[in-house]
Every structure is written in structure tokens, then in C-alpha cells.
């Protein structure tokens, strides 16, 4: 089928049809577009991790009612859905390739129940938003908070200040890990990405400060705790990345790691992107402090909120406690080192 049939026929199916067949396990990124200028800068990215999770890209728009409550018009409704539906091929158009046609859907309602409705088909789904360039403290736009509070899903968050480009290939990918088996949940995700990219996995673990309660400056043995503590916690952080990247030996790819110090750590990790150079932040939505009743932890939403650069929030499906990746490394008698490593 060539792609303009195959786009024909996605337009006949819009809102009827599902984007995945029964039983193809493979996750879906559902990259939702508007009218602006910049939304198109998400479907880069959201192809790129597509192609990576070997999943289906879709483009998905939805039409909004008047906000003026106008009175009802059938036809101008119609003329807008075939408009929508001619905006959204056209875009499929510029990025799809003959090997990876990209599916469209248009639906009607608010966006963000659309969006939340469509994603929440399969809780592997990756929801894709463009993140406007408002730089209010803590917004990531209203759509996109709605969209992380009411599905189960993934999310990818795309700064609307990224280049506009028609691929993306990401060279250096960073996931903070603080110890916890709810953060190592993005690891997966991260090293399958990393390896179709074949860049360099960039693991962060963050050591806060210790707080130490004071009603007055520190006398000399506090002090000389809060040291102690620093450097245990530095040492205990950095054994702990580095069986982490033992596991991984087997994995054809450059793992570094990173010993982030002394700080709020969704801050020094936030300050640290630059610096790195890398280009993609994949981090699960809870870690050790993360509650099930919120939809993310305060790391995890501080980067989806403030990071220049695009973050996939994965969301690992409930199934109960998982063992750390670290303790794979145990074994008896004299390992050879594998894989690659910096």
C-alpha cells in the first residue's frame, strides 16, 4: 500500500478505527498536535522514540468546541473536521518515510479528556506534547498536567525551543537513579533506546546535603556528621551506579556515571544537563520519596517542568515490588569484565 492510500485511509477511519492491532504488545507514542506553529517540533522526537521501542507513531489532533458557546452549526462543524483532518495528513506527510508510515486521528471534545481517553486504550502508551515556552514556575501547560494526572501512561515532554528538525538522533541519554527499584524502571526503556541510538547512557545518582537539625550554628562535631555522611553517601552512590553498570555489560553501549553532590537534587540534576551535553532525560515518575497518589514524583516533575531539553517520564505498570537491576552482579569467583565503559 503506498502512503498516500494508506493515509486515505486513515482519514476515512479518524476516531473509529484502533492505532494497534489485538495483541501487538509494542507500545504506541501518540504525538498530539495543534494549530501552533511550534507543536510540530514534538513529532521528531516522538518518532525517534518510536522507532526505538520498534512501536507506532500516530498524530493525533483534537477539535475543540467554541469556547464563546456559539450556537451549533452542523456544516461549519464539518468544514472543521475536514480541515483538521487535512492538517493532520499534511503534517504526517513532511515526516512519515516509505519504511515508517505514521498514523493519524482527529477526535473531538477537550484535549485533554481526548487525549487522556486515547492513551488510556494501553497503559505502554507514550503520550508526546509539545511544552510551551512559558517559563512560569511550575507550569508545563495545562493540557500536558492534565494529561500526566488522568492516564496511566507515559509522558514525553518536548521543549517548544528545540530546533526544528525533521529526525532526531540522540547521542547522550541521562537517567538519575537515587537506589530505588521504582527508579531503575526506566532502564529498560532507557538502554533500548540508547542502543538504537547507539549513544552513551548517562547514569546520575543526586546527594543531597544532609539536613541536620540546628536551632543554631553548627558546632564542630555536627559538622565534622554532616561531612561523614556526605562522603558515605558518595561512596554508597557510586557502588551503586557502578553495579548498575555491570548489569548492562552485556549492552553494546558507553555507560558513564555521575556523582551529582551537594544540593536539592532536582536542582543539581537539573543544572547538571548542560554540563553533560546530553540530549534526552529518560526517568521513571516515582523514586524512593514517590507516593502512588500523585501522579509524579517531585524530581520527576521539577524536570518535566524546567529541563531544555526532552524528558520521557516512564510509568511502570503496578505488578507489585521488583528486585534491583544491581543485584544481577552478584556471583561467586572472578568476573570478566564485558561491554564497553567509560
Not at 27 to 46: E, K, M, N
Not at 160 to 180: C, F, N, Q, W
Amino acid at each position: 500500500m503506498s502512503l498516500s492510500t494508506a493515509r486515505k485511509e486513515n482519514q476515512r477511519n479518524v476516531g473509529q478505527a484502533p492505532m494497534v492491532t489485538p495483541g501487538n504488545h509494542a507500545p504506541r507514542v501518540i504525538a498530539c498536535v495543534d494549530r501552533s506553529p511550534l507543536s510540530s517540533r514534538v513529532i521528531p522526537h516522538a518518532g525517534a522514540i518510536a522507532e526505538a521501542l520498534n512501536g507506532e507513531l500516530s498524530l493525533l489532533h483534537v477539535i475543540e468546541p467554541d469556547r464563546m458557546h456559539k450556537p451549533f452549526d452542523p456544516v461549519e462543524w464539518d468544514m472543521h473536521r475536514r480541515e483538521a483532518q487535512l492538517f493532520v495528513s499534511g503534517l504526517a506527510g513532511r515526516f512519515e518515510t516509505r519504511t515508517r508510515p505514521i498514523a493519524t486521528r482527529v477526535l473531538e471534545g477537550r484535549s485533554a479528556e481526548q487525549i487522556g481517553g486515547c492513551s488510556d486504550a494501553g497503559a505502554g502508551d507514550i503520550t508526546a506534547l509539545c511544552r510551551s515556552g512559558d517559563r512560569t514556575p511550575s507550569r508545563i501547560g495545562e493540557t500536558a498536567r492534565r494529561v500526566m494526572e488522568n492516564t496511566d501512561g507515559s509522558l514525553l515532554l518536548v521543549p517548544a525551543a528545540m530546533p526544528e528538525v525533521k529526525t532526531v538522533r540522540y547521542t547522550r541519554i541521562l537517567v538519575p537513579l537515587d537506589g530505588s527499584s521504582r527508579a531503575e524502571s526506566a532502564l529498560p526503556v532507557a538502554v533500548r533506546i540508547a542502543a538504537h541510538h547507539k549513544a552513551e547512557l548517562v547514569l546520575v545518582h543526586a546527594t543531597p546535603k544532609p539536613h541536620l537539625l540546628q536551632s543554631g550554628p553548627l558546632n564542630t562535631h555536627d559538622m565534622q556528621l554532616q561531612q561523614k555522611l556526605v562522603a558515605r553517601n558518595e561512596r554508597a552512590g557510586r557502588a551503586y551506579l557502578e553495579r548498575i553498570r555491570e548489569s548492562l555489560s552485556d549492552v553494546d553501549i558507553l555507560v558513564h556515571i555521575v556523582i551529582l553532590r551537594n544540593g536539592d537534587a532536582r536542582r543539581i540534576l537539573s543544572s547538571a544537563l548542560s554540563p553533560q551535553s546530553v540530549d534526552l532525560v529518560v526517568l521513571s515518575s516515582h523514586g524512593h520519596g514517590g507516593y502512588s497518589d500523585v501522579p509524579a514524583g517531585n524530581v520527576s516533575s521539577f524536570l518535566l517542568k524546567h529541563a531544555d531539553i526532552p524528558v520521557l517520564m516512564v510509568r511502570r505498570p503496578d505488578t507489585g515490588p521488583v528486585g534491583h537491576l544491581g543485584k544481577r552482579t552478584q556471583a561467586k569467583g572472578i568476573r570478566r569484565p564485558r561491554g564497553r565503559a567509560r
